[in-house]
C-alpha cells in the first residue's frame, strides 16, 4: 500500500517560489511514477505535469511550461514540485498523485497525498 | 476551461440511480482510456473507474462506468447518503499532450 504524506500549508507573496514536499511510503520512488494536480479554491482538478516511463522524463502542461520543476530523491524517497513567479491565481491545494501505469494513453492516479494548501497574498 | 464537459450538478433521492456524462473529443476520449474520481467535502481525489469500466480494488460495485465514441459516463446506482460528493471524470489528451479533467458534477442526494 502506498502513502504519499505532503508538507505542510505555506503561505507566499506574489513574485516567490514554492516548494512541496511529497513522501513515499509503502513502495519505493524509483517504482512510482509521481504527478501533481492542484486544485484552486471552489473549483476544478488541473494536472501539471508528471514522471512518464515511457520516455523516461517529466513532462509539464503547457500551462505551467517554465514555471514549474518537478524533482525526486531517491534516497528518501521523497518528490517535490517548486512552482515560481507565484500570483495570486497559483493560491490552490497541490496535490502529489501515482501512476500505476506506463503508457499515457492508460493514465490515471490512484494514491493521492492529502494536499498541500499554498496561498498567494501580498 | 477543460476539454472535457460534464453537468454542473445532479441530484436524486436516495436508492436511485444517477448517470454523470463526460463529453470529449477524439483526442481524448475517443482515443485513451476515461478515468473517473470522487472527491468527498475536503478530501484528496479518489480513483473511482479506471480503463474505461473497471473498479479499483474496494469500489462498491454501485459504480460502474461505460464509454462509447467520444463520451463517456459514470453511473450510481442504489444512491446514499455517503455518495454526495463531486465526480470528475479524466482522461490522457494526444493534441495537449497531457492529462485532463472534466469540468466536475456535484452529485446530491435529496
Known amino acids: 500500500q502506498v502513502q504519499l504524506v505532503q508538507s505542510g500549508a505555506e503561505v507566499k507573496k506574489p513574485g516567490a517560489s514554492v516548494k512541496v514536499s511529497c513522501k513515499v511510503s509503502g513502495y519505493t520512488l524509483t517504482e512510482l511514477s509521481m504527478h501533481w494536480v492542484r486544485q484552486a479554491p471552489g473549483k476544478g482538478l488541473e494536472w501539471m505535469g508528471g514522471f512518464d516511463p515511457e520516455d523516461g522524463e517529466t513532462i509539464y502542461a503547457q500551462k505551467f511550461q517554465g514555471r514549474v520543476t518537478m524533482t525526486e530523491d531517491t534516497s528518501t524517497d521523497t518528490a517535490y514540485m517548486e512552482l515560481s513567479s507565484l500570483r495570486s491565481e497559483d493560491t490552490a491545494v497541490y496535490y502529489c498523485a501515482t501512476d500505476p501505469g506506463i503508457a499515457a494513453a492508460v493514465r490515471s492516479f490512484d494514491y493521492w497525498g492529502q494536499g498541500t494548501l499554498v496561498t498567494v497574498s501580498s | 476551461q477543460s476539454v472535457l464537459t460534464q453537468p454542473p450538478s445532479v441530484s436524486e433521492a436516495p436508492r436511485q440511480r444517477v448517470t454523470i456524462s463526460c463529453s470529449g473529443s477524439?483526442?481524448?476520449?475517443?482515443?485513451?482510456?476515461v478515468n473517473w474520481y470522487q472527491q468527498l467535502p475536503g478530501k484528496a481525489p479518489k480513483l473511482l473507474i479506471y480503463y474505461d469500466d473497471l473498479l479499483p480494488s474496494g469500489v462498491s460495485d454501485r459504480f460502474s462506468g461505460s464509454k462509447s465514441g467520444t463520451s463517456a459516463s459514470l453511473a450510481i446506482s442504489g444512491l446514499q447518503s455517503e455518495d454526495e460528493a463531486d465526480y470528475y471524470c479524466a482522461a490522457w489528451d494526444d493534441s495537449l499532450n497531457g492529462y485532463v479533467f472534466g469540468t466536475g458534477t456535484k452529485v446530491t442526494v435529496l
Open positions: 477524439s483526442s481524448n476520449i475517443g482515443n485513451n482510456a
